[in-house]
């Protein structure tokens, strides 16, 4: 048996929950119709017969069948499938952009009108590919997002059901009583605690080279808005309608990361945990990538666990593109280091990366770089504000931004897996240095791993 099979028979489901393999953590759930719980595959609970177990491909579909979820191995702090799963590309955008908080901001008709598709065939995407519909799907996450809330903090009821995006208690305790058939008294913890900084934990399948992923962060790091101390990686971010810090750093229990926000004011909460776990790669599947780059690397060349660290947003991702053209790691982060100082929104010691705005009507004469460089800045700016969507390959219509500046940004800001870097200077240099023939193509669908693979051994030298 291995993680590598994307077909989750019940014969492989049932060998996973038999041997409690983490690898298939997150990647299915098994209700119990003997209790009525339904667990993940590590749950140290004692093992119930195959006759009273049915396997769920998503914790919201055995929520849908009427299953309530074990108070042992949480499957609320459970890791995130990974996104290329073979699901059908439409739901997966759809999906994308429900965790991003896009369909809580408007109707159901204008979400769907947004996708180019019918209300009825949005219904027909979830129902065929998770089992519920999309608002159950929405409802339930935000539901165990709660309930983490409640294990892991001492958020008073009333603060937790804004933070897990409910507008009124009583709709919270409904809800939450509907999809998990518990109440939020059922596992509130006693605890006091600061509405304003609250620590969740953020699960992940092994391997993971954090360490790795924490060097590669303080090489390219932004003085600003990015900050390391012995707890971890710190930064501070805009999102949506939330303002403050966070830090992410390592862990007591096994395969977990810790995450602290520190927020201006609470707020809705659940899709800028997703949009975190997105930007540590949490919800990557290790095994499987590997598996596939040992076809262009021999496994003395693999560094296990590495994972892509995505950069915060598209505009931002933009500017370091721009300001790291034609020089080195650090003379880019430099540059983007007084871009931060001068025109940045003042955050206690630090700031908030600047807007579009700002760098569009700002002199950039204060930057040490050639003035048509200065010139793509302020256009890449204008292209963001009035872009009606933000859509990468159109980048490719201001002077200054070509082909590599465009697949950078779908490699560490969109998060393709898929994405050649091969022109890449330092590429080139692994790929000699190691004596590699064309290893891109041989590593589909994983290529931007190996481009991480092979910066990794430039970090050695």
């Not at 996104?83 to 739901?91: A, K, P, Y």
């Not at 300001?323 to 983007?336: E, K, R």
């Not at 800045?377 to 969507?389: D, H």
């Not at 240095?433 to 990794?456: C, E, G, H, I």
Request: net charge positive; charged share 20%; glycine share 6%.
């Amino acid at each position: 048996m291995t993680s590598e099979n994307f077909d989750l028979t019940p014969s492989i489901c049932r060998q996973a929950r038999l041997a409690r393999d983490r690898r298939f953590d997150g990647l299915f759930f098994i209700a119990v119709r003997s209790t009525g719980i339904y667990c993940r595959p590590i749950c140290p609970a004692k093992l119930p017969q195959e006759k009273n177990v049915t396997y769920f491909h998503s914790s919201a579909a055995a929520a849908n069948a009427g299953f309530r979820p074990c108070l042992r191995c949480r499957p609320d702090s459970a890791p995130g499938s990974p996104q290329w799963r073979g699901s059908e590309s439409l739901f997966e955008r759809a999906l994308e952009r429900i965790y991003q908080g896009d369909l809580s901001e408007m109707t159901m008709a204008e979400f769907s009108k947004q996708l180019g598709i019918s209300e009825r065939y949005l219904r027909t995407l979830f129902n065929t590919h998770i089992g519920t519909s999309a608002q159950q799907f929405i409802q339930h996450h935000r539901c165990l997002l709660a309930k983490q809330l409640l294990h892991e903090t001492g958020l008073p009821v009333q603060e937790i059901a804004i933070a897990s995006g409910f507008n009124s208690v009583r709709r919270f305790n409904d809800a939450f009583k509907k999809q998990l058939q518990m109440t939020p008294s059922d596992v509130r913890r006693t605890k006091l605690a600061s509405a304003k900084q609250l620590t969740l934990s953020l699960a992940y399948r092994p391997p993971f080279d954090f360490n790795a992923m924490l060097n590669f962060l303080k090489r390219r790091q932004v003085n600003g808005i990015e900050w390391f101390d012995d707890d971890g990686y710190h930064r501070s971010f805009q999102f949506k309608q939330l303002k403050g810090s966070f830090c992410v750093g390592a862990a007591a229990q096994p395969n977990k990361l810790l995450l602290t926000l520190k927020l201006d004011q609470i707020g809705d909460i659940w899709p800028l945990v997703f949009h975190l776990r997105q930007r540590f790669d949490l919800d990557a599947s290790s095994n499987i990538i590997e598996k596939r780059l040992s076809h262009g690397l021999t496994t003395e060349q693999i560094h296990r666990g590495l994972r892509i660290p995505l950069m915060w947003s598209l505009f931002e991702g933009g500017v370091r593109a721009i300001c790291g053209q034609q020089v080195s790691v650090t003379a880019a982060h430099n540059l983007v280091a007084d871009l931060v100082q001068h025109l940045g929104e003042p955050s206690g010691e630090h700031f908030f990366f600047p807007s579009a705005k700002a760098v569009l009507q700002a002199d950039l004469s204060f930057l040490k770089m050639p003035q048509a460089r200065q010139t793509t800045l302020r256009e890449f700016a204008r292209w963001y504000i009035e872009a009606n969507s933000h859509t990468v390959n159109d980048l490719l219509s201001i002077k200054g931004i070509g082909p590599w500046t465009v697949n950078y940004l779908k490699f560490r800001y969109l998060g393709e897996p898929d994405i050649e870097l091969s022109s890449d200077l330092g590429v080139k240099h692994a790929i000699n240095k190691l004596a590699l023939s064309n290893p891109y193509d041989r590593v589909k669908p994983f290529r931007s791993y190996l481009t991480m693979q092979l910066w990794q051994h430039l970090s050695k030298e």
